[in-house]
Structures are given as C-alpha cells and as structure tokens.
C-alpha cells in the first residue's frame, strides 16, 4: 500500500504534469471509484471544464484545487479554489499513469481524464479499493472527506513531537508498532516505514507505546521523519507495485535495514532479522539492535 513518501512522490508528478491543464472529458470506468455525493455522474459534471490548480497532501490523501478561469488561477498565488477540490486516494493499489497519445486502456482502468489536445490522467486500480471525490466549492474538504477529520498530524508538522506522542501514548499497552501505524496518532506511516523507523530508533515494535520513555519518544520522532524524508528523495519504495506517474518504482528498498529481510543478517550487528505477524502486519526486526 502507497504510503507517505509514495502518495508525496504522486503528488510531485501530479503537481509537474498537470499544469495549465484544463479537463476536458473524464469517463468513470467502475462506479465505486467515485465516492463523493451523486457519484460519478455529479463527479464528472463538475470536473468537465475545471482547470487543475495546485496539488496538496494530507496523509496518504491528495488533493487538487479546481478553478473556473485560468487567468485567475496564474495570477493569483492563493487563488480560490471556486470549482472545488477534487480528493484521491489511493488506498492499495491505485495509480495515476501519464497517456501523451491514444492507447487503450486496461482492464484495471477506473477513471479517465483528458484535456483537449488528448493527453490522458488514467487512475489504474488492479483491488479497486481507490477513491475520489468532488467537493463542492466554499465546502472544507473534510465534509465531504470524511477520513480527514481522523487523521493525526503530518510527520513533518510541528505538532507531531515528542510532547504530543507522550500524552497520546501514556498509559497505553497497545505495541507501538499499531500505534504508529494508526493515522489518527500521525498520518501518513504504514506497515514498511513503521519497522524501518522502529529499527533506526532501536525500539522494538512489541514494546507497549506507554511504556516509552521521553528521549526515546524523541529519537522516535527523528526517524519516522528522517526514514520518510530518505524515501521521498529515492522517489517512494520498491516494494509493493507501486509506480509514480511516469511508471517508475521509486528506490527506497535497496537501503532498507529491516523492512522485508526477515532471516538476512542485520546490517548492523550481523544478527538475523525476525519476521512475525503482529496486529495482523508482518513485521520485522531485529532482536539485537532494538530493545
Ligand atoms: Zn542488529
């Protein structure tokens, strides 16, 4: 599943590709991709004639301002999104894919999205769990949204600190692995950049989150946001069949210390990593470096 550094790393693409583009026509190949409020046939009335503005994320949401006149949308530095946000996400499998000429499409195709001159946005889901919506202009995302009014704050926020961790987690038994991955907690960290930021701050996933002490509530701030920062520079993970617009696997993978290396040697101490299901997830590390 696309997590931070890959929905980031869409979010790039989307913001490089789509720009001065205007939506002509959109075709919704499977109904339940669209999960806004009269469905695709309200989703595609209101996107057809948009211009596609700016290109923003929270957790593993995206989302992108749709304007009425292009004038305005290249003059303004914040101009009002006045045909509202258009939300994706992508959730396992989805991906968006670039079409400069006419191609066919595949059997996983959900929604298409062209401009005039022909250039295709196709959004690709082999499990089809993948949504979008529209929401209306002068409306909060999170209304129509709803999973963005639960989610935690973004790693890279002040709000997400050591301070804040200790009084989510006090008193919890819950391992802090399922607390990480919780996006209520903080948006965004899945099941690869939970073990590999575990690893960098020696914590072992099993350890109740309450019972974490406040330097180690620190260093564990540092790696998820150092652990996510590496793999957005690499462009997003090599796991998984994750692919950026251009249909790229990003790099993060090569480097990772634990995340799928259950019985290689620790490139720390040499000691064989562990894999185990915990909270339903498989997880991994290592039983020497992290305590
Ligand atoms: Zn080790």
Request: hydrophobic share 35%.
């Amino acid at each position: 599943m696309p997590e931070l550094p890959e929905v980031e790393t869409v979010r790039r693409g989307l913001a490089d590709r789509l720009v001065d583009f205007q939506i002509d026509q959109v075709e919704v190949c499977r109904e339940r991709a669209i999960a806004s409020p009269g469905g695709s046939g309200e989703f595609i009335k209101m996107l057809c004639g948009m211009h596609v503005g700016s290109w923003l994320r929270r957790g593993k949401y995206l989302m992108a301002s749709l304007h009425h006149d292009f004038a305005q949308l290249s003059a303004d530095s914040e101009p009002d999104p006045d045909g509202g946000w258009w939300g994706v996400h992508l959730r396992m499998t989805g991906q968006f894919q670039w079409h400069e000429a006419i191609s066919s499409p595949c059997p996983h195709t959900r929604v298409r999205i062209w401009n005039k001159k022909g250039k295709e946005l196709r959004f690709v889901d082999t499990r089809s769990f993948g949504q979008m919506w529209w929401v209306p202009p002068g409306n909060a995302p999170e209304t129509i949204i709803t999973g963005l009014q639960k989610l935690g704050p973004e790693p890279f926020s002040s709000a997400f600190n050591s301070s804040y961790l200790r009084q989510r987690l006090k008193g919890s038994k819950r391992p802090i692995k399922s607390a990480l991955l919780d996006q209520s907690i903080v948006a965004g960290a899945g099941n690869i950049y939970t073990d590999e930021s575990l690893f960098a701050a020696r914590i072992r996933p099993h350890t109740p989150s309450g019972q974490l002490k406040s330097v180690e509530l620190e260093r564990l701030c540092d790696c998820l946001t150092e652990v996510l920062r590496v793999s957005i520079g690499a462009g997003g993970t090599t796991f998984s069949d994750f692919r950026d617009l251009e249909g790229i696997n990003g790099n993060y993978g090569g480097q990772a210390w634990v995340y799928r290396r259950g019985g290689q040697a620790c490139r720390i101490c040499s000691t064989p990593i562990r894999r185990e299901s915990l909270c339903g997830r498989g997880t991994h590390w290592c039983p020497n470096c992290q305590r």
